[in-house]
């Protein structure tokens, strides 16, 4: 899967995993040593995300129903919770990515399948 942010015409990950069911939720990133740029997690649906567990910080863009980013965080640390209610689905990047394609809270995303 691939996701752009719309608003920005930026591509924020080409190599994009969806985890729908309830094991792929609850494992999320925590079986991987780091996380390559342009790849990432769709969790769906999500509001909340935790790192305990994890070895590296990771960005977090929270969106909505409609697909507008309605929240992020920006290298959420290992050992952390970030929550934001209003949100369906959570993508978690690696670190870096949201400064780097300017994404900002408003933003529309596009989730395109391969």
């Known amino acids: 899967m691939?996701?752009?942010?719309?608003?920005?015409?930026?591509?924020?990950?080409?190599?994009?995993?969806?985890?729908?069911?309830?094991?792929?939720?609850?494992?999320?990133?925590l079986a991987t040593e780091r996380l390559p740029a342009g790849t990432g997690l769709i969790i769906k649906p999500c509001n909340s995300?935790?790192?305990?567990?994890?070895?590296?910080p990771i960005d977090v863009v929270f969106v909505d129903k409609s697909n507008i980013v309605v929240a992020i965080v920006s290298r959420l640390k290992p050992g952390r919770l970030a929550l934001q209610r209003r949100a369906e689905y959570v993508?978690?990047?690696?670190a870096g990515t949201i400064e780097a394609t300017f994404?900002?809270?408003?933003?529309?995303?596009?989730?395109?399948?391969d």
């Open 91 to 94: 993508v978690e990047l690696p």
């Open 2 to 29: 691939r996701i752009i942010n719309a608003t920005r015409q930026k591509t924020i990950g080409d190599t994009v995993r969806l985890a729908v069911s309830f094991l792929g939720r609850l494992i999320g990133l």
């Open 49 to 56: 995300v935790h790192t305990f567990g994890m070895r590296y």
């Open 103 to 113: 994404t900002q809270i408003g933003d529309k995303l596009e989730l395109q399948a």
